[in-house]
């Protein structure tokens, strides 16, 4: 069964239509990104998940029941929210700060505390932080306390709206890794509202563009990129930058034949490529080198395949 359900949800902000009869269903464990310009209504449909936001028509369903027969405050507490701003509490230390809805649910302190350090370690940093205080941290540094915070209760849905715009790109891209790992450990439902195609297709397992209250494509990854007969609207969102985010997100190793791998020993290490490149750095290997195949290894400098620019559709497709 589907945790989150939207059948036909309609929401204005006076004359301004922001969700038009909208219909999705989030499966348990997806890891759902909601892709689109500002006003599609990406921010909408999470507050309204959270009871933030009531539909105008229409019916939200949140694990099997109906968001209308939900106690709100309790329907909160089982939702993580991450958002850009962050909101830590500057008057509360760090520890305090992740256990905040622990606190508020009478949830014993031993317990807190234990939660507060398991949660420090698994958004990756050292638990001296948890006795800081908000000012103490960087931007990224706050925003992995806010991603604790949002897993402090052991909720089984995660709303995320752009929560690292406003950090700089290699913290940004160190977030992303680290909420990857989060979502692959855990196996939370996470819901991720972006407008930035690379993140969005180095994120979701699905994606859902969306375009003025409506849904453009919903599509798995693979499928979203490579498939043909794009709108005019989707091929003005992307115009390249989805199958690029793709290429440098997919990984050289998942798709070399490992057949393929020459017997011969390594002659030169610095025209082969490492098999955890990515597909676009191997084109780009390829190309300095003036080369059409280039060996590939591993870190034990074996070599487990080649990497063929005239493969390279056969092998992604």
């Known amino acids: 069964m589907p945790v989150i359900e939207f059948e036909g949800v309609n929401k204005s902000y006076g004359e301004n239509e922001v969700l038009k009869d909208f219909s999705i269903k989030v499966e348990e464990g997806e890891f759902l990104v909601l892709l689109g310009p500002s006003g599609c209504g990406k921010t909408t449909i999470l507050r309204m998940i959270n009871g933030l936001l009531s539909p105008d028509s229409g019916n939200i ?10 106690n709100l405050i309790e329907l909160r507490r089982q939702i993580g929210y991450v958002i850009q701003q962050i909101g830590l509490l500057p008057h509360l ?17 031993n317990r807190q505390k ?41 909720p089984q849905i995660i709303l995320m709206d752009e929560p690292f715009g406003a950090v700089d790109e290699i913290t940004r891209r160190n977030l992303q890794e680290e909420i990857i790992s989060i979502h692959k450990l855990l196996k939370k439902t996470i819901i991720f509202v972006t407008h930035d195609i690379e993140e969005a297709i ?8 969306l375009n003025e209250g409506k849904i453009e494509r919903n599509e798995k ?3 979203f990129v490579l498939s043909e007969g794009r ?3 989707a ?38 490529i490492y098999d955890d490149a990515s597909v676009l750095e191997g084109i780009q290997k390829c190309i300095e080198l003036g080369e059409e195949n280039i060996p590939v290894i591993d870190k034990g400098e074996n070599i487990v395949g080649v990497f063929s620019l005239k493969k390279l559709y056969s092998n992604i497709v």
Do not use: C
């Open 61 to 70: 369903i949140i694990k099997e029941k109906s968001i209308k027969d939900w």
């Open 93 to 109: 230390n760090i520890e305090d700060n992740i256990t905040y809805v622990l606190n508020l649910i009478k949830t014993p302190k």
């Open 114 to 154: 234990e939660r507060a350090r398991e949660l420090i370690e698994i958004v990756g940093m050292d638990k001296s932080f948890l006795h800081r205080y908000p000012k103490e941290l960087s931007g990224g540094q706050q925003q992995r306390v806010g991603v604790a915070r949002a897993l402090a209760a052991d």
């Open 202 to 209: 180095k994120l979701g397992s699905r994606i859902v563009l």
């Open 221 to 223: 990854k693979k499928d």
């Open 231 to 233: 709108s005019e609207y």
């Open 235 to 272: 091929n003005h969102f992307f115009q390249s930058k989805d199958f690029m985010a793709y290429l440098n997100i997919l990984k050289i190793k998942d798709i070399i034949p490992r057949e393929d791998a020459p017997r011969d020993t390594l002659q030169n290490k610095l025209a082969s």
